[in-house]
T-cell receptor, first 115, second 111 residues
């Protein structure tokens, strides 16, 4: 079984709809991240969490919200989806590393299309 | 601010060598390298830390020049399996425990 799973893997939705992307991990890591990937722009950080009570905005958090329901679960929500949120979304996890960033393990990605 | 990677794309024949560069406008604490094959998730290659420490799983060579705020990834005797997009990520240090990724270098290896 995969260590980091994402659901759904593909989603097509309409402008204005609320949508949730889910991420689960069995690696026992404290840190979890949500990234967005667009062609030519690389991976951009949306939100990250160091534990259930510690959630931080990344560089492109506008239009998104997150919930860390448990150590193993980190969900990303689009409250009112818009077409320019069409992208490939990755969840990642890592061990805690004081003052640093450890190796990140990525989920398989969710391809989201907003019409 | 995203680190800058160069080149943006490169095509090599099997057995040839490649160097991928990553430059930052900010002082570097650590540099991460990941490879992403088409349609797949990024996979960790290595971390280089200020002070010289390195961590990696593959036989890949890289350098980290703190003064120049640059890192380079060296792919020698390239194999078909090296094809993919390579990303560097910079970050680390207290209060900055997250990565900012570059826009990637697409490497294509042809037989």
């Amino acid at each position: 079984d995969a260590d980091v799973t994402q659901t759904p893997r593909n989603r097509i939705t309409k402008t204005g709809k609320r949508i949730m992307l889910e991420c689960s991990q069995t690696k026992g890591h404290d840190r979890m991240y949500w990234y967005r990937q667009d062609p030519g722009l690389g991976l951009r950080l949306i939100y990250y969490s160091f534990d259930v009570k510690d959630i931080n905005k990344g560089e492109i958090s506008d239009g998104y919200s997150v919930s860390r329901q448990a150590q193993a679960k980190f969900s990303l929500s689009l409250e009112s989806a818009i077409p320019n949120q069409t992208a490939l979304y990755f969840c990642a996890t890592s061990e805690s590393l004081a003052g640093g960033v450890d190796e990140q393990f990525f989920g398989p990605g969710t391809r989201l299309t907003v019409l | 601010q995203q680190p800058v990677q160069s080149p943006q794309a490169v095509i090599l024949r099997e057995g040839e060598d490649a160097v991928i560069n990553c430059s930052s406008s900010k002082a570097l604490y650590s540099v991460h390298w990941y490879r992403q094959k088409h349609g797949e998730a990024p996979v960790f290659l290595m971390i280089l830390l200020k002070g010289g420490e390195q961590k990696g799983h593959e036989k890949i060579s890289a350098s980290f020049n703190e003064k120049k705020q640059q890192s380079s990834l060296y792919l020698t005797a390239s194999q078909l399996s090296y094809s993919g997009t390579y990303f560097c990520g910079t970050g680390g240090g207290f209060g900055n425990e997250k990565l900012t990724f570059g826009t990637g270098t697409r490497l294509t290896i042809i037989p």
